[in-house]
């Protein structure tokens, strides 16, 4: 099954730094997502994303539908150590059944 | 609160067993789905239901099958076809039109001994 680039694959930063990650696929899609794993949890929703150009905050996340419809941004601000976890994007066409999953960028803040 | 439950957290199967995982969800969601993931990997689709009593298999359907006779209930068995089964295993469901993004439960992690 199709899968998305995410990249980086990690990230070792340190406490206050920014952090941004992107996801890019072949296929255009209508809505993105962006959600969050913790170690032995399941994903957690993040931000969702519906039009082209969107620019969506939480917090201190800060995602964005890409203009081509073919790309997401994640960005997070003054990382502090709860934010440690994986990071994946999903992608998801109108009409169909289910969601493609990026391959996921593990994020590790040093205090 | 509405949410989606899975158990048990951590089970262990002897090779040549079948086991099954539950999957609870009291949100009124009509679609749910199991997912297969492995360390560095991403989330892949094992099957999905849209419906009760109808549902379609994913990507990595081999070595697994599923039943949907409730609508909050999507049990998956594992059985012993799969030739690797030690994962960690995501339930979640949605709206029928999955738009909104999915609601996963906690997992749960299977390994062989």
């Known amino acids: 099954g199709q899968q998305l680039n995410q990249s980086p694959q990690s990230m070792f930063i340190q406490e206050g730094e920014d952090v941004s990650m992107n996801c890019t696929s072949s296929?255009?899609?209508?809505?993105w997502l962006w959600y969050k794993q913790e170690p032995g949890e399941g994903p957690v929703l993040l931000i969702a994303?519906?039009?082209?150009?969107e620019l969506t905050s939480n917090g201190r996340l800060t995602a964005q539908f890409g203009i081509t419809r073919k790309d997401s941004f994640l960005n997070i601000s003054a990382s502090i150590p709860s934010d440690v976890g994986i990071y994946f994007c999903?992608?998801?066409?109108?009409?169909?059944?289910?969601?493609?999953f990026g391959t996921g960028t593990r994020l590790k803040v040093l205090a | 609160d509405g949410g989606i439950t899975q158990s048990p957290k951590y089970l262990f199967r002897k090779e040549g067993q079948n086991v099954t995982l539950s999957c609870e969800q009291n949100?009124?969601?009509?679609?749910m789905y199991w997912y297969r993931q492995d360390p560095g990997q991403g989330l892949r689709l094992i099957y999905y239901?849209?419906?009760?009593?109808?549902?379609q298999k994913g990507d990595i359907a081999e070595g697994y099958s599923v039943s949907r006779e409730k609508k909050e209930s999507f049990p998956l068995t594992v059985t012993s076809a799969q030739k690797n089964p030690t994962a960690f295993y995501l339930c979640?469901?949605?709206?029928?039109?999955?738009?909104?993004?999915?609601?996963f439960g906690s997992g749960t992690r299977l390994t062989v001994v």
């Open positions: 979640a469901s949605s709206l029928r039109d999955p738009n909104y993004g999915y609601t």
């Open positions: 296929s255009i899609f209508n809505t």
């Open positions: 994303l519906y039009k082209a150009g």
């Open positions: 999903a992608g998801h066409t109108s009409g169909t059944y289910k969601y493609i």
């Open positions: 949100l009124n969601h009509d679609a």
């Open positions: 239901s849209q419906i009760v009593n109808d549902f």
